[in-house]
């Protein structure tokens, strides 16, 4: 197992088994995906955490986090334990895929644009947010299991590879930019975790998700100058065959 592995499962167990279920029209996701979702009958979300952006009922998830698995199942979700490298569902299964906060936690994120793809069908939905620029690199990301921040060129290069085609995009995100407020939050969740995650469930939370802002979608990629994190909604479009212009042999 990677390193980035275990520290993602030992950060977000922690996280889970301390956090309420946060129902997923409390988010500022929520006007895009529920104007999705009638036609999005095969949805899903991969590491959804107990914050799913998707509706939980008829939906299926993949999670590494078994508090989660076992909560969202409790409600209604198809829930399984799973790796976004290795996605146990079928080709061209899923309309909607979701996935939130995730990607960046993965070393071979490649495979992972090659899994969505594969389990998406012709024309289907790939929503997910990732951190920009690794100048913008903190002790932060690397506490939480982050493997990178991405450069906007290599993103879109990433999505057409994979015959995944950015329709829109927004500014995303709650990361707080004031650097000693970060320097707090560290050191409060290196030594003292446990009261570390008590706030932020009852308090920082509530209040981040108070004061979430409508997300402002453009077409395309953003003008992501000074943005910490985006959005991106994608559609699955793969080119058709280029005509066969070998000559043709004589009657």
Known sequence: MHDSNAANRNFYDTLWSETH????????????????????????????????????????????????????????????????????????????????????????DRRVFGEVSRVLKQDGIFIFSVPLHAAFWTEFDAFVGHVRRYDPAALLELLAANDLVLEKSAAYGMQPANPRLLDLSMWWLKHRRREAMWWYNRVLLPLGMFFQKRLKFVEGMIDASGVDEVVLVCRKRTAAAAPDRRPKPAA
């Open 21 to 108: 279920l946060k129902r997923p029209d409390c988010f500022n996701t929520w006007p895009l995906i529920s104007s999705l979702l009638p036609l999005a009958p095969e949805r899903l979300e991969i590491g959804p955490g107990l914050r799913p952006r998707l509706p939980i009922s008829g939906t299926c998830f993949v999670d590494i986090s078994p508090p989660v698995i076992e909560r969202l199942t409790a409600r209604g979700g198809l829930a399984v334990s799973g790796e976004i490298t290795d996605l146990p569902f079928g080709a061209g299964k899923f309309d909607l895929v979701c996935a939130f906060d995730v990607i960046e936690h993965t070393e071979d």
